[in-house]
């Protein structure tokens, strides 16, 4: 593959395809990277013999005008379909319905919305690129084995490692540096009969119930193109702190224990578990405090969740404004 290029990204989650497409439309020679081994990012699923699980995000909203264009776009084109399930919430009294809202997954799976995307786009996976830096009007992006050149370069990953990856000088170096993002542990189980309850999806109001080891229950197998008795359990992020270097096999004990407690305070039996998995998720949510000015004057630009509201829509309209900047830095 060349190494020359008009733009890399860096990252192919929602953000880093977002940005990639636009600049793509934009006529531009756009190369991504990819240190895993697939697209999605964040929008993960897990798939084993035993079944699969989105064991990050759950769902995905739509507030904007641009991102609903986008996800009308997938609903055509079968990636996408309607979460239709009842979601409720839990304060350790009462189930209750959440909010009425229009909730979207991806179908048959999380990041099927991101592989669509990624079909348009050229994509190097295994790439994890460890330096950036730039001379004579060019970023060189450099992995253990490779040397990548544009003059512009977008950064889609998570605030850390964004200041992890940008040279100390750089102007956004510190306002990066300061973004804090929380872990998420999140387990997959499959139980062996079917659980009767009334909701697909439930919050947990850790705070009130007095037991602040889950913050999200979901029926993964709900979904649409899903099928079988495959939960997704996440902890809170005061639990995922607190127990961050325990080990799966901990995390899958208390994580099930704090669901069969819940079951039992609502009158079900103890239920067997089969198949359970879990993931550690070091940099699952987190939203910059202050809004974070870029000007792309270096040809530089940054995307991701956390700069506007740490979630799936963010990320994508993140990707939009990288693109935006760069587009009217290149053409002044
Ligand atoms: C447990 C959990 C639950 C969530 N629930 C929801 C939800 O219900 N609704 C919702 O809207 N959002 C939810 N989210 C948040 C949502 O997943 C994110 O907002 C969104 O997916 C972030 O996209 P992104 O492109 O900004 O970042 P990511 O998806 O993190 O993409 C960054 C990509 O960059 C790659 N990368 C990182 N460093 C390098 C490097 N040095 N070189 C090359 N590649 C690199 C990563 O491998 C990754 O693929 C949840 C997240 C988690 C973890």
């Given amino acids: 593959m060349k190494t020359n290029w008009d733009v890399i990204v860096i990252g192919a989650g929602m953000a880093g395809l977002s940005a990639a497409q636009q600049l793509r439309a934009a006529g531009k020679d756009v190369l991504v990277l990819e240190k895993s081994r697939g697209v999605g990012g964040r929008m993960a699923t ?32 079968n990636v996408v379909s309607r979460w239709h399930e009842p979601i409720y919430a839990w304060d350790g009294t009462t189930l209750q319905a959440s909010s009425p809202q229009q909730r979207f997954v991806g179908k048959p799976t999380m990041n ?98 007095n037991d602040d080891v889950l913050s999200w229950i979901a029926l993964d197998s709900s979904k649409a193109g899903r099928s079988g008795q495959h939960w997704v359990l996440h902890a809170s992020v005061a639990w995922s702190l607190a127990h961050l270097d325990d080990t799966p096999d901990m995390v899958i004990d208390a994580l099930c224990q704090a669901f069969s407690r819940l079951l039992k305070q609502w009158g079900q039996s103890k ?18 405090e202050a809004p974070i000015t870029q000007d792309a004057s270096d ?10 509201g740490g979630r799936v829509e963010g990320a994508y309209l993140s990707g939009v404004a990288a693109a935006d900047i760069l587009l009217t830095h290149s053409a002044n």
Avoid at 52 to 76: E, K, N, V
Wanted: glycine share 4%; net charge positive.
């Fill in 46 to 77: 897990r798939r084993t013999d035993a079944g699969q699980w989105d064991h990050g995000a759950q769902y995905f909203t739509a507030r904007s005008a641009t991102f609903r264009r986008q996800i009308a776009l997938w609903l055509r084109a």
């Fill in 112 to 209: 099927a919305p991101l592989r669509a995307m990624a079909a348009q786009l050229v994509i190097e996976l295994s790439a994890q690129v460890s330096c950036i830096s730039r001379s004579c009007g060019a970023w060189s992006v450099h992995s253990e084995s490779k040397t990548w050149q544009a003059p512009e370069l977008v950064l889609a990953i998570p605030a850390p490692q964004v200041a992890r990856l940008l040279p100390a000088t750089h102007p956004l170096q510190a306002a990066t540096a300061q973004v804090t993002m929380q872990p998420c542990w999140a387990v997959m189980i499959s139980s062996k009969h079917a659980i009767h309850l009334p909701f697909a999806g439930l919050f947990v109001n850790e705070t009130n119930v």
């Fill in 271 to 288: 239920p067997s578990w089969q198949a359970a998995t879990a993931h550690r998720w070091l940099y699952a949510r987190g939203n910059a």
């Fill in 299 to 308: 040809g530089l630009a940054i995307a991701g969740d956390w700069l506007a």
